[in-house]
């Protein structure tokens, strides 16, 4: 049960508004109060729930190697959830594509709020070289919400961290045990 | 201004191209020249690297590409699909083309006769699979497209009794982001960038094989090299994937020491690739009409050092995993492919090789790894389980790393005199590349016209071996073994789309 209603409302934007032009559908931003309350929560465990879009694969390589022993992010407190209805945050890898869309949205309605979606690589985040593919259906950020932006094709596993400390407002604490 | 010189220039039109009268001819030709027997342990003497449509002047042609072992020959098959006239599915016959032939109809709404199992392809979302097992106790159980815990987008249906899997129906196509279409009206720079983003485990052999294809359309014929250089790349390439997959081989039996430790083998070889091109999924690494500039005789002592250690630590833990009975047991007699399903679905790869087929193109156009220490490897035991293929490409880490070091030696004592290409390269021409990735064959079919691509055709590796996928897992296997069999086959959903 969730005591305060606004926290069930979505988002909170860690990016600039360097994307500004794509046009956002009408969510509810998340204000500070809700922001850290959500810190508060997660501040110490995430669980993740990765989706792929339309990736070729390298993304989803990177996020995988995640958990190898050079990286090993179990030891800041995140873990892969094998179900979007475990997950706190979703990260999305990959060019959307029209068969993906709907399964973008129904994955991400499945997840319990508060949560926060993370979108990794040049795919989710602009299309990249998919862009003017008529399979390609737009940014993540013009289906769902995004909170954070991961640039990179592929991004490496440390600015994948680098995105999930952020995300979750941990970055101070990132920098110490660096 | 640089000119090219006389030899570097191959032929326009590929070698033979045929345009049938009919259909019926189109198939007969096909069948004749490639169904292999299954008496036979090499490759057939023709291999078809492409299958599918080709939009020509005023209308649709049916396109298949060709080429023969051991020699340059290719064989360019066409035949008009605007004529009305019926056209007999080959599915019957050579189940290699159950695929493609769905995607022609897709793409054209041309429908092949008597197809055996005729459903959409290229728009999962929009088509529901049905159970195809029937009675007492079957239950259907779906899976995907979101599933596990970081993969590719895949859907599989799931008939089962009890534990058992009765049948299993994979769809892809989930990430189909119709790369082939996007590259009509490039440039031969801006296809190669799009080549490199079709399978980003496979950036190497894709991008290599797309920048042969242009380059024979462009009559540019790379020095020597340059071909080794980009056989590097491969190499390179297949290690990590194949230090990638037998780790997912291990975590899926449940042994996370090997997994750890074999994932931190994949890691340390795209360190390697970053630290000679900048970047870890060699992105960049092939470039078209050249070489990079890399000093090999710089690199090479960074180079051998980092091999070894990763050679060393891989064949410890595959050597602790191949003692360790528990690991053993789940892979003997799990997801095996029939001998006879990798001669009529034309297998391809370390799949192909798990059954004893001798089919890689390094072995069947030995033309410039002679001296590399490449040696085609085969499963001794033949079995097509998720055992052979473990062993394959253990064999094939060896040999690779055989490769590399090799390969390295040579381009360090070699001086490089590029000629780069010249501004007044032909306009138009026609190109195949093919090349053995770490999945295996990725061929590449571009036809340049006006110097933009006209027309561009990817079969990777996956989409031959994904037909075969269902029918192994379906192979008296039960539901606790999909993962080990997902692992062994290690194949892209990425490179199937597209
Ligand atoms: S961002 Fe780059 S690496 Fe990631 S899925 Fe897109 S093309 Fe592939």
């Known amino acids: 049960m969730i005591k305060d209603p606004s926290i069930a409302s979505h988002s909170f934007s860690v990016s600039p508004d360097t994307y500004s032009t794509v046009p956002k559908p009408d969510w509810q931003q998340m204000d500070d109060t809700t922001l850290r309350q959500f810190q508060k929560k997660f501040g110490h465990s995430l669980h993740i729930r990765h989706i792929d879009v339309g990736s070729c694969n390298a993304c989803e390589s990177e996020v995988l190697a ?27 890898t990959g060019a959307l594509t029209k068969a993906m869309k709907d399964v973008l949205m129904a994955t991400y309605e499945a997840m319990p709020r508060p949560r926060i979606v993370i979108a990794a690589g040049v795919c989710p985040i602009h299309g990249g070289v998919f862009r003017d593919s008529e399979q390609f259906v737009g940014p993540v950020e013009s289906v769902i919400p995004v909170d954070a932006h991961i640039p990179g094709c592929p991004p490496t596993p440390y600015a994948l961290i680098h995105g999930l400390l952020l995300a979750s407002g941990r970055m101070e604490e990132g920098a110490e045990r660096a | 201004m640089h000119t090219v010189p006389e030899r570097n ?43 599918g449509v080709i939009q020509e002047t005023h209308s649709n042609a049916l396109l298949a590409v060709l080429v023969r072992s051991g020699s340059e020959e290719q064989f360019w098959l066409t035949a008009d699909l605007s004529t009305r006239e019926p056209w007999p599915s080959l599915a019957n016959d050579w189940p290699a083309l159950l695929w493609p032939e769905r995607e022609v109809w897709e793409r054209t709404g041309y429908e092949p006769l008597d197809h055996p199992d005729l459903l959409p392809i290229l728009h999962p979302h929009l088509v529901d699979l049905e159970s195809r097992a029937e009675g007492a106790g ?27 899997i009765m049948h299993l129906q994979p769809q892809l196509f989930y990430k189909h982001r119709g790369i082939e279409q996007l590259a ?76 750890a430790q074999l994932a931190r083998v994949k890691e340390e070889c795209l360190r390697l690739a970053a ?24 690199s090479l002592p960074h180079l051998e050092a980092s091999l070894s250690a990763a050679d060393d630590r891989l064949n410890h833990f595959v050597r602790l995993l191949s003692r360790t009975p528990t690991f053993i047991d789940r892979l003997v007699g799990t997801g095996t492919v029939k001998r006879e399903w990798a001669d009529k679905y034309s297998l391809v790869g370390v799949t192909a090789r798990a ?25 001794s035991m033949a079995t097509g389980d998720a055992k052979s293929r473990f062993d394959v490409r253990v064999d094939e880490w060896n040999v690779s790393v055989r490769m590399v070091r090799s390969l390295t030696r040579r381009l360090a004592n070699t001086e490089r005199n590029d000629i780069p290409a010249s501004r007044n390269l032909p306009r138009e021409g026609w190109g195949v590349g093919f090349v053995e990735g770490a999945r295996g064959r990725v061929a590449h079919v571009v036809v340049v016209a006006d110097g933009r691509t006209k027309f561009y055709g990817v079969r990777s590796a996956s989409s031959w071996i994904w037909p075969v996928f269902g029918l192994a897992t379906a192979n008296g296997n039960i539901q606790t073994d999909f993962p080990v069999i997902d692992a062994s086959f290690g194949l892209s959903c990425a490179g199937m789309d597209r």
Not at chain 2, 355 to 379: L, M
């Open chain 2, 275 to 298: 630290d000679l091109t900048g970047s870890r999924y060699l992105r960049g690494a092939v470039k078209l009409f050249g070489s990079s500039n890399i000093n090999w005789r710089l």
């Open chain 2, 355 to 379: 059954c004893g087929v001798k089919t890689d193109i390094r072995h069947d156009f030995p033309t410039h790894y002679t001296g590399t220490g490449y040696e085609i490897c085969t499963s």
């Open chain 2, 138 to 164: 079957v239950f259907s159980l779906p899976l995907g497209p979101v599933r596990a815990d970081v993969s590719e987008s895949a859907f599989f249906l799931f008939d089962t009794v009890g534990e058992q």
């Open chain 2, 9 to 51: 220039f191959v032929p326009a039109m590929p070698s033979n191209s045929y345009h049938a009268p009919s259909l019926a001819d189109f198939s007969n030709m096909l069948l004749n020249r490639c169904l292999r027997t299954a008496s036979d342990d090499d490759a057939p003497t023709w291999q078809l690297l492409y299958y």
């Open chain 2, 184 to 259: 009509i009206g490039k440039t031969a720079e801006d296809v190669l960038l799009l080549a490199e983003r079709i399978s980003g485990t496979s950036t190497a052999a894709h991008a290599s094989a797309c920048a042969s294809a242009l380059e024979q359309a462009l009559r540019w014929q790379p020095p020597n090299h340059v071909l080794w250089e980009r056989q590097l790349w491969v190499e390179l390439e297949r290690l990590y994937n194949h230090a990638h997959d037998l780790s997912q081989l291990a975590s899926a039996a449940g042994m996370t020491v090997g997994q």
């Open chain 1, 66 to 92: 995640l958990s190898n022993p050079y990286y090993n992010f179990h030891r800041l407190g995140f873990f892969f959830a094998s179900s979007p209805r475990h997950a706190d945050v979703l990260l999305v």
